[in-house]
């Protein structure tokens, strides 16, 4: 299988996702490669679940700055690279996130989109029970794209993984789960290895037991 093209659905407070994301950049330095990127989100993945209430706290923060990417998808398609690059920098690299706090994106998603030249009101979608109706939509609109391209994400890899999901060509898979940042020919050789696995049309899983936290650091 040859795939020059893939999507990557991503959460941008996810730091798995995050570490997957930047993998594909490096990626598109050193192979022929288009990234289109669209959200998917663990706040619509974990609603209405039972869970630790202090995870629930960050899964409620958690909606803001999904939102914003989806408004973002839905708006300006063409920036919501280039804006996750701005946030998740914020967010992962520079820790500049409250996550347990309702408004503790609500600064990064402000200096994210100011960055990248996004409108500023762009972030009114974040907090439905606070946004406007606006240009880019109402927040219960921009909600239901969230989960619309989050239930696609899902369709694709079934029901029993979170963030990210990554469709190379035909195929589609949760991760890979990294924890450092591959870069060069390294880069390289991975994502061709993920390609031909995810060209095989009876290959499911590869798994390991995790050791060590994602850090956005390359290796």
């Keep these: 299988m040859t795939a020059n093209k893939v999507t990557m659905y991503f959460d941008p407070i996810c730091p798995f ?5 930047r993998w594909l950049v490096e990626v598109e330095k050193v192979r022929d490669l288009s990234i289109e990127w669209a959200p998917m989100s663990l706040s619509v993945l974990n609603d209405g679940r039972d869970l630790d209430p ?26 919501l690279g280039e804006w ?15 996550k347990a706090d309702i408004h503790g994106y609500d600064k990064v998603i402000e200096q994210s989109l100011a960055e990248v030249g996004l409108p500023a ?37 079934g029901d029993d993984v979170g963030t990210p999901v990554v469709q190379f060509g035909d ?5 890979p789960v990294l ?14 290895a993920s390609v031909t696995l995810g060209g095989y049309e009876h290959f499911f899983e590869l798994k390991r037991s995790r050791t060590e936290s994602p850090k956005a650091q390359q290796d």
């Design 17 to 21: 996702a995050w570490v997957t994301s």
């Design 54 to 79: 202090d995870y629930m706290k960050g899964m409620e923060a958690a909606w803001a700055p999904a939102r914003v990417s989806a408004a973002i998808h839905k708006n300006e398609p063409a920036k």
């Design 84 to 98: 996750y690059t701005a946030i998740g920098t914020l967010i992962h690299n520079e820790e500049a996130a409250d």
């Design 121 to 157: 009101e762009l972030a009114a979608v974040a907090h439905e029970e606070q946004g406007e109706d606006s240009q880019f939509g109402s927040p219960k609109a921009i909600d239901e794209h969230l989960r619309s391209s989050h239930a696609h994400a899902i369709e694709l890899v």
């Design 171 to 175: 195929s589609a898979f949760f991760g």
């Design 179 to 192: 924890t450092r940042v591959p870069t060069g020919e390294k880069a390289g050789e991975l994502f061709d």
